[in-house]
């Protein structure tokens, strides 16, 4: 107020389509009544639920032999859930799946959209809870990364994905397709190790910024024995020279 006219609005309840509701284990942060809209918008409010986004090993395709459907309403849907992506992590691998395709939607881009609705409808009480009885004395941050190689049956590029969490509440996550073709799976997940080491920067700066302090070294974990060893022991061979 000593610097510029500001309103009290009191405790954040609703902003932007995103709920917050205060609860006796923290802060719970959803977009229930925004997911409802969109099952009725595209008439799947009375769908039966299924447990996954999309079904394991699903490669979908530009052109083929199908029917193409409605451009706009497969856009609206993409757009749609792109913003429920905001609370919504599980969701970042299928709907950036879906977005390749809306140029010339097909069948096959529509079944996949829907069974994500299914998904939304079996999850509409699923959110975000950033806990309130973390206590220490620095900041944790752990970071979790992973890929597919050669997922894209078009051009070969694969996706990367990482996910970091604070206090056991997700603060940040991707789901991207990388920019080159790799050779191996271990190269593929070196991409995505490093794709996630420069969001370990931006949050450790950001979280200075913020007074905060931050537990040193923040850890990145992956699953892949090679890209472990190799960030540990950065040595030229034939299958890691050329990155």
């Given amino acids: 107020m000593g610097e510029f006219e500001i309103s009290d609005l009191a405790e954040l309840t609703y902003f932007l389509g995103t709920e917050f509701i205060p609860t006796s284990k923290g802060v719970f942060m959803h977009q229930k009544k925004y997911a409802t809209d969109i099952l009725k918008r595209f008439n799947m409010l009375d769908c039966n639920p299924t447990l996954t986004p999309v079904e394991t090993g699903t490669r979908l395709v530009k052109e083929g032999d199908e029917d193409l459907v409605n451009s706009t309403q497969y856009r609206q849907l993409v757009g749609s859930l792109r913003y429920l992506c905001t609370t919504k992590p599980d969701l970042a691998y299928a709907v950036g799946l879906i977005s390749r395709f809306m140029e010339k939607p097909r069948a096959s881009h529509q079944v996949v959209g ?3 609705l299914r998904y939304i409808k079996g999850t509409l ?4 809870l950033f806990p309130n009885d973390f206590q220490c004395r620095s900041v944790e941050i752990v970071g979790y990364t ?18 970091f969490m604070c206090g056991n509440g997700s603060i940040s996550w991707s789901s991207k397709k990388q920019d080159v073709v790799v050779l191996s799976s271990f190269e593929v997940e070196y991409i995505a190790a490093s794709f996630g080491a420069c969001q370990v920067a931006w949050l450790e700066t950001l979280l200075k910024e913020m007074k905060l302090k931050v537990a ?4 990145m974990r992956t699953d892949n024995k090679s890209v472990i060893h190799l960030a540990k022991h950065p040595v030229a061979h034939g299958r890691s020279k050329h990155i």
């Fill in 114 to 116: 829907k069974r994500i």
């Fill in 125 to 128: 009480d699923f959110g975000l």
């Fill in 146 to 163: 992973d890929s597919n190689w050669c997922g894209d049956k078009n051009d070969r590029k694969s996706t990367g994905e990482y996910v």
């Fill in 216 to 219: 040193i070294p923040l850890k």
